[in-house]
């Protein structure tokens, strides 16, 4: 329309001055919503503004500061309440069915199609990325979340083999702090609470607990003798942690273990983001190892970006970027930077490091065994509102509110009258 009204004379002067490839770009913008505030998560990101950018389509930034997302997911209630949702939203499991339900989200089936994700995103993903067997999302990456970071020249300073076993992780907690050094970094935080207490849950039972317990949220499980040793075991670890911990944001604890401060850190591998950043080396200067008696499972989340329902002037740049989501080597050169691996199967692991590689390994693995579970503490297991129940009794256990039996009673109670 603007342009049939103009004169042959007035688009000349558009072309020669250059301005219309900027009237496009203009037009032609994505505003994504994430959480990704941390220096690893943040370069990261950078690779898919770039890509985007080079298509000529500009990136508008919403960060939500927060690891595990929980502000944000506030802050994104409001703007979709208010008619005004963004292009593209960092969600994780059943946050996106609840989305989904509420009929507010776009639809990416013809790219889908047009680019075969269905071949390539395994079914563990494609359970948040469709709905009503419609592609809602584009899956960026798999992170696991059953993962130790530890500091080398600690461990080689003392001796320490990496822990393979729960007694053995105590016997290497003992000597660090025995050393003078903070044994476990650690942000005390809902969500970090509850990462490490997935990691205790599947050290603890093994995987068919984790499935009854934390899938199934079957009562038996929940109320068992095994979940007791859980909690004990959690307020085991919570002597191994700094007075100061309380708050802490992930990342800062992060830096405790690459600072040399801290012996370990049991948090997701967006932790390597941080050591990365930093300019550590896997294996030279820090290791990545399981947590103790979960060497055969792992614990997972996926980060995707959900497409919600905007104006048409809006779609051809939503769809540039879960194509762009979606690319092969975006998925390697954002993977090997954020820490996490590939949500594409298809990706060679050439450009990933020790820790990537071992991730990769590990994950296809678990898969192939049946040993691959949604974590809880990551949206992957139970919805929000089951979830919300547990981090609080966790939280008050861990915080010294509960004895180890008490808190199994809560956490029966909780999940009950959150279901
Ligand atoms: C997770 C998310 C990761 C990571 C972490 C800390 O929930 O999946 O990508 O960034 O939070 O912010």
Not at 48 to 55: F, N, S
Not at 174 to 195: L, N, P, S
Not at 214 to 219: G, L, V
Request: charged residues 20%; glycine residues 10%.
């Amino acid at each position: 329309m603007f342009l049939g009204k103009m004169t042959r004379a007035g688009l000349g002067m558009i072309a020669a001055l250059g301005l219309s490839t900027s009237i496009a770009s203009a037009q032609e913008s994505v505003e994504v919503l994430h959480w990704w505030t941390a220096g690893g998560e943040a370069k990261a990101l950078q690779v898919l503004k770039k890509d985007l950018e080079g298509q000529g389509v500009s990136w508008n930034d919403m960060p939500v500061a927060g690891g595990g997302g929980e502000q944000a997911m506030t802050v994104l209630r409001a703007r979709v309440t208010s008619g005004n949702a963004p292009t593209a939203v960092q969600m994780l499991g059943f946050d996106i069915k609840d989305w989904a339900g509420e009929g507010v989200l776009g639809n990416l089936d013809e790219l889908a199609a047009k680019e075969g994700w269905d071949a390539v995103v395994p079914d563990a993903l494609k359970g948040f990325s469709k709905y009503d067997g419609h592609w809602i999302a584009a899956p960026v990456n798999v992170h696991s979340t059953n993962w130790v970071w530890a500091n080398k020249a600690i461990f080689d300073e003392l001796g320490l083999k990496q822990p393979g076993s729960w007694d053995e992780l105590i016997a290497a907690l003992d000597k660090i702090k025995a050393a003078g050094y903070t044994a476990v970094a650690h942000g005390g935080q809902a969500w970090q609470d509850a990462t490490i207490f997935d990691a205790v849950v599947m050290a603890t039972g093994g995987p068919d607990f984790y499935q009854a317990s934390m899938i199934d949220t079957d009562p038996d499980a929940l109320g068992s003798d095994t979940m007791k040793t859980v909690f004990e075991r959690m307020a085991t670890l919570r002597g191994y942690v700094d007075d100061n911990f309380s708050g802490r944001d992930w990342n800062l604890a992060t830096a405790m273990v690459i600072n040399k401060e801290a012996g370990v850190q049991f948090m997701g591998d967006w932790a390597k983001g941080e050591f990365l950043n930093a300019g550590k080396v896997p294996d030279q200067d820090f290791l990545c190892f399981r947590f103790p008696g979960t060497q055969d499972a792992v614990t997972f989340n996926s980060d995707q970006f959900v497409m919600f329902k905007v104006g048409e002037d809006r779609q051809d740049a939503q769809m540039k970027l879960a194509s762009a989501v979606m690319s092969p080597s975006f998925q390697s050169a954002f993977n090997v930077v954020k820490g996490s691996v590939p949500a594409r199967t298809d990706v060679p692991n050439d450009a990933f490091d020790a820790c990537g590689k071992k991730g990769m390994a590990e994950l296809a693995a678990a898969n192939k065994k049946g040993t691959l579970f949604g974590s809880m503490a990551h949206g992957h297991a139970v919805p929000a509102g089951v979830k919300n129940a547990m981090y609080d009794v966790i939280t008050a256990h861990f915080n010294g509110e509960y004895d180890a039996a008490t808190a199994v009673e809560e956490l029966v109670n909780a999940v009950e009258s959150a279901q």
